[in-house]
């Protein structure tokens, strides 16, 4: 794709608007001691577009979604975000950027109850201290009302009501699921990265993450950026897919056109029948 | 303040008693919705407000007296506005059931020729479009949740609020159309159009015109005292007779205020928080609570299981006596008020029964043992037997006279009149005035004088006057010796057990009965989990040893307790199978009110049922199944029969020594 290209927005087949490349990695290479995990990566993500990164197992998927999350720093290569090159940030520095993500194995308050759960996703958007949120007075509480309105309404588009006052630990895993998309999506993220957001879901369950995902991605105009397993659910979610092998990009494109990529069915899909 | 008798040649329509309530209850709280973890609530001069602008935005859409208008969706505040909101233009609101599939809603608004469509959200709304291009009467469709929906063609699409927005913007040029229109209701004019399920054939729709539903609400909140400090939460089907009556009937006569739960998921929680007054719960609901409690229970600590069982015997020996005002000694009285503080007011709280002052159930029998252990806590629960041909009641229970065996006297205003064959007729205000196109069912259901035929064969009690129902009339049949083959009374003795969820019986022209058995997921899962059994379908655990041996356990009670009655003991089940699925009416096999469809039921299984009488050890079949998106597949399961012990009823004597 040139940078011409790039540059205008495009509307696509079913009406949505995608935008301008709002992050780019150039080139970017990450090793473990002698273990090369991504090795000489480019490519971009555009805005309110669902982008896939798969691969078969160890390609290198999740180091590259954990780069852009800003926890890895690559050796080589560099970030650009909204046009401008990121220096080397930690992960609380990114998720102010507006960059929200979802962990492949659930990383949520077991304890908490799924409202709080939520609510702190809400954390970058608080700005009183501590003794304020304790004596919950005037500012505070204040904040608070407002943080719940936004948890609530999260709350309402992914249809978690009925368990808002339950802890997570009592929630079976799809549910918990869902509850880690809501609390990333409460911090209003203009990217949301999600960690094979399917894996070990039924067909019912993925039917569903595959719907919030596309809805959330319609109502909000969220860019998402998703690694997952199940083919037949990146083939229909996303707009564009990136291909990873052995920390190398094997492809790059429309589903269709990695559909038909014969690196690609040689190393994650198989061989095509008839 | 509260609703006169004198109301009732005055108010001639609902839109009119709207108008009355903004005047007399003004900033009372006439609707309540939990939306984003908070009750919002409208006042009665609020939601005058809203439904005004809905109207005028109707109007200016181009909706013309006599029009249809579907609404489709749940319980809703802004839903249940559209019905005033028609019927003040002149138009007629037909709710229809929001989980019928594409199919079904097509049949009804093609029946209807419905010209507008109600819709609360984008699965609604797919349907209707899925459907569109068979409908020749449709022009528009409004809908409430904009979620998902902005890219869709809006050439006929409208969100509610944008039609509400145009009504208001149009409100110095319309107000007078509007109120021209609502002037000129009378109390003939058609309050509603209501489809029913129907146990046989397509749905009809039966007319019900304001005098029916005016004069229905009035009789009705009067026999209950229902007045403007109750709170109903309004949870069943909109589409559903009961709903219409409840939550907006009695709600506008007596100005109560009607609560709308957040989700379906929510109910519990919502109930909770609400505390109705005024309760109505089919016996399904009040089996799954129960069974619901009894599974925690058997969770319990010891301390608090014995404090439980304790006070629940206590209760069921003196609650209910309490609950109607007969004589109870003193200590008894202590004794269960002590229950009370530890046991049944706690209960009565978590299940959101607290304020409950007026609680009825009807569509189905309740089980004795269900019914008593409410009324055992104290709660007033009631029966009550109606059809949607009625306006709903056609009996019910006057405090003081509850048993669990009849359905009560003759409301008020209703007579009744049962035919030699024993099926049950009645004559009331609230008898329907026609099925809409068609004339045919109408002459066969309601004759001249305007008696109405129910269906349902049963007998009025001669020393107490109450009615009570045996079953259908068409399903009572005869057994090949000649003996009498009812069969829902055996099935309501077989899903009394909280382990059965539905029973079907067959035997009619037959030698022996047999029948078909559905396990409730719910108890028998817990029951599996207790006893270490691991399952991983329904499927599987409905033919597990353990359970067809529990399940055979219960049919012979229900044989012993059959053969006691000497008109029926012929209908001792032989044999049954444990079905591979749940009923459905997705598949057409129950309604959506939950009744069996008996003959796609006898059509579907044929192969099942043959075996039962083949005598056969067990049986392989493949099922049709309907996926909740209409979508086809099939299940396939080899079912083993079951031969349950029966009761020899030829000589009786030898059964009455045992």
């Not at chain 1, 609510?119 to 719940?148: D, I, P, S, Y």
Request: charged share 25%; hydrophobic share 40%.
């Amino acid at each position: 794709m040139t940078d011409a290209q790039a540059a205008q927005s495009t509307v696509s087949a079913d009406g949505r608007t995608i935008g301008e490349v709002v992050m780019e990695m150039k080139n970017i290479t990450l090793r473990f001691g002698g273990v090369v995990a991504i090795k000489d990566i480019s490519f971009d993500i555009r805005e309110g577009e669902i982008r896939a990164i798969i691969g078969p197992n160890g390609a290198g998927k999740s180091s590259m979604l954990n780069v852009i999350s800003g926890f890895y720093h690559p050796q080589e290569g560099e970030v650009f975000y909204k046009g401008q090159k990121r220096p080397s940030m930690r992960p609380f520095e990114v998720a102010r950027q507006g960059i929200a993500r979802t962990f492949q194995n659930i990383a949520l308050f077991e304890g908490m109850t799924v409202l709080d759960n939520v609510m702190t996703g809400r954390l970058n958007h608080m700005h009183t201290n501590m003794v304020q949120q304790a004596l919950w007075w005037g500012k505070a509480q204040k904040e608070e009302t407002e943080n719940r309105e936004v948890a609530e309404k999260i709350i309402d588009f992914l249809e978690i009501q009925a368990i808002r006052k339950t802890p997570v630990a009592r929630l079976p895993y799809g549910l918990k699921k869902r509850v880690e998309l809501a609390r990333a999506l409460v911090a209003e993220p203009s990217i949301l990265l999600l960690d094979e957001p399917m894996a070990g879901m039924n067909v019912e369950e993925k039917e569903d993450m595959s719907r919030f995902i596309l809805d959330v991605n319609d109502e909000f105009g969220t860019t998402i950026a998703l690694i997952e397993h199940d083919m037949g659910v990146v083939m229909d979610l996303s707009d564009r897919v990136v291909v990873m092998d052995y920390g190398r990009k094997i492809g790059d494109g429309t589903p269709d056109e990695v559909r038909s990529n014969q690196e690609v069915i040689d190393a994650y899909l198989g061989v095509a029948h008839d | 303040m509260a609703p006169t008798s004198h109301d009732v040649g005055v108010f001639a329509s609902i839109p009119a008693l709207l108008d009355r309530n903004a005047q007399r209850f003004a900033s009372k709280s006439a609707y309540r919705e939990k939306e984003f973890g908070i009750w919002q609530s409208w006042s009665w001069v609020e939601t005058k407000e809203e439904i005004e602008a809905l109207a005028l935005g109707l109007i200016s859409l181009g909706v013309t007296p006599g029009d249809f208008i579907a609404i489709i969706g749940s319980n809703r505040p802004h839903l249940y506005w559209v019905f005033p909101a028609a019927q003040m233009i002149g138009a007629i609101p037909v709710p229809i059931y929001q989980d019928s599939a594409a199919e079904e809603m097509a049949y009804v608004l093609d029946h209807c020729g419905a010209r507008f469509v109600v819709a609360e959200d984008q699965e609604q709304v797919d349907k209707v479009i899925e459907v569109q291009d068979r409908l020749s009467q449709f022009e528009h469709m409004i809908y409430l949740d904009p979620r998902g929906l902005r890219k869709y063609d809006h050439a006929k699409l409208h969100e509610y609020s944008h039609v509400q927005a145009m009504g208001r913007a149009a409100i110095d040029e319309l107000m007078p159309e509007l109120k021209a229109r609502k002037a000129k209701l009378t109390q003939d004019d058609v309050c509603v159009m209501l489809y029913t399920s129907g146990t046989t054939g397509k749905p009809k729709g039966v007319v019900l015109s304001n005098r029916n539903i005016i004069e229905t609400s009035k009789n009705s909140s009067e026999f209950d005292d229902l007045g403007p400090g109750d709170e109903v939460l309004a949870y069943l089907p909109m589409a559903w007779v009961g709903d219409f009556i409840f939550s907006i009937g009695q709600a506008f006569w007596s100005g109560f205020c009607v609560n709308c739960p957040e989700s379906p998921e929510t109910m519990v929680t919502d109930l909770r928080e609400i505390g109705p007054t005024y309760y109505f719960a089919p016996p399904r609901v009040f089996e799954s609570q129960l069974t619901q409690v009894m599974i925690r229970m058997e969770d319990a600590g010891r301390i608090k299981k014995w404090l439980f069982d304790t006070f629940m015997a206590h209760a069921r020996k003196v609650g209910s006596k309490i609950l109607d005002g007969e004589t109870v000694n003193g200590w008894d009285r202590f004794k269960y008020a002590l229950g009370n503080l530890f046991v049944f007011a706690p209960l009565k709280n978590s299940l959101g029964l607290s304020r409950v002052r007026v609680g009825y159930t009807a569509g189905e029998a309740i089980g004795p043992e269900i019914f008593d252990f409410y009324r055992a806590l104290g709660i007033n629960l009631k029966q009550l037997y109606g059809q949607t041909e009625a306006s709903v009641f056609i009996t019910q229970q006057p405090d003081g006279q509850v048993r669990s065996d009849t359905v009560g006297v003759a409301s008020p205003g209703v007579e009744l009149k049962i035919a030699e064959d024993g099926e049950v007729f009645y004559r009331s205000p609230g008898v329907f005035e026609y099925y809409y196109k068609n004339p045919e069912s109408t002459a066969s259901t309601k004759d001249a004088e305007g008696w109405v035929a129910t269906g349902d064969a049963g007998f009025i009690e001669s020393d107490t006057g109450h009615l009570r129902i045996i079953d259908r009339a068409k399903d009572v049949g005869k057994m090949e010796d000649g003996r009498m083959f009812a069969p829902k009374y055996v099935e309501n003795k077989l899903k009394f057990y909280p382990n059965i969820l539905e029973a079907v019986l067959f035997g009619s022209g037959r030698s022996e009965c047999t029948a078909f058995i559905n396990i409730d997921l719910n108890a028998v899962g817990s029951w599996a989990e207790r006893n270490n059994i691991a399952y991983s379908s329904y499927q599987e655990l409905a033919g597990h040893p353990k359970v067809l041996e529990s399940i055979r356990a219960h049919v012979e009670e229900v044989n012993e307790s059959v053969a006691r009655d000497d008109m029926l003991s012929g209908c001792q089940i032989h044999r049954f199978v444990v079905l591979h699925k749940q009923l459905d009416p997705d598949d057409g096999e129950i309604t959506r009110t939950g009744k069996v469809r008996r003959r796609i039921v006898d059509e579907k299984f044929a192969d099942i049922i043959a075996a039962l009488y083949d005598s056969s050890d067990e049986i392989s079949t493949r099922t049709e199944v309907t996926y909740e998106d209409g979508r086809k597949g099939y299940i396939s399961a080899t079912l083993k029969i079951v031969t349950a012990k029966t009761v020899t009823t030829a000589a009786p004597k030898a059964v009455a020594a045992e």
